[in-house]
T-cell receptor
Framework: GQQLNQSPQSMFIQEGEDVSMNCTSSSIFNTWLWYKQDPGEGPVLLIALYKAGELTSNGRLTAQFGITRKDSFLNISASIPSDVGIYFCAGQRGSNYKLTFGKGTLLTVNP | EAGVAQSPRYKIIEKRQSVAFWCNPISGHATLYWYQQILGQGPKLLIQFQNNGVVDDSQLPKDRFSAERLKGVDSTLKIQPAKLEDSAVYLC???????????FGSGTRLTVV
């Protein structure tokens, strides 16, 4: 099946630092999404990208849909303790909205 | 707007036993998904319903897993018999036609011992 390679697997940063994570695929996707999952909860959508080259921001979060449609990155600026969690990229292709997820990036923010 | 409701939150069973999970999607959401999330992995789609019809069940282990969505609203996912490797969080999600409305429930954490 389709695979998404997400990196890094984990990050330990100090409060206030910026963070960057990315996702690559061997297949083209029509849509890229970034989710955050807190312990014991389901993933929550952060940003959705629908067009190659698109750069979208949501507060301190910025994400881009790669030109090749095979990659995406997520940046978090000025991290705060509540940014702690697991961040997943997900790609969608086809008309049935099925998502393929990466393995996630575990973010730890030291206050 | 109420979210996607799932129950139970936790379940511990012995291998070879059966178990069922329940999901109530957001009102009006025609599409319902069941995902399996193994520890340390991203969610993996098991089955997708559009109203009460199956759209995609290509990754559902049909020898032991079954799901139904009667009347196009609530859904149940069943495992019979359970194996150790079925230990995971089972997430339900629902959406309108547009992808942006894809909302997950809190999941059911299954432990098979």
């Amino acid at each position: 099946g389709q695979q998404l390679n997400q990196s890094p697997q984990s990050m330990f940063i100090q409060e206030g630092e910026d963070v960057s994570m990315n996702c690559t695929s061997s297949s083209i996707f029509n849509t890229w999404l970034w989710y955050k999952q807190d312990p014991g909860e389901g993933p929550v959508l952060l940003i959705a990208l629908y067009k190659a080259g698109e750069l979208t921001s949501n507060g301190r979060l910025t994400a881009q849909f790669g030109i090749t449609r095979k990659d995406s990155f997520l940046n978090i600026s000025a991290s705060i303790p509540s940014d702690v969690g697991i961040y997943f990229c997900a790609g969608q292709r086809g008309s049935n909205y099925k998502l393929t997820f990466g393995k996630g990036t575990l973010l730890t923010v030291n206050p | 707007e109420a979210g996607v409701a799932q129950s139970p939150r936790y379940k511990i069973i012995e291998k070879r036993q059966s178990v069922a999970f329940w999901c109530n999607p957001i009102s009006g959401h025609a599409t319902l998904y069941w995902y399996q999330q193994i520890l340390g992995q991203g969610p993996k789609l098991l089955i997708q319903f559009q109203n009460n019809g199956v759209v995609d069940d290509s990754q559902l282990p049909k020898d032991r897993f079954s799901a139904e969505r009667l009347k196009g609203v609530d859904s149940t996912l069943k495992i019979q018999p359970a194996k150790l490797e079925d230990s995971a969080v089972y997430l339900c999600a629902s959406s309108l036609e547009t992808l942006y409305g894809y909302t997950f429930g809190s999941g059911t954490r299954l432990t098979v011992v």
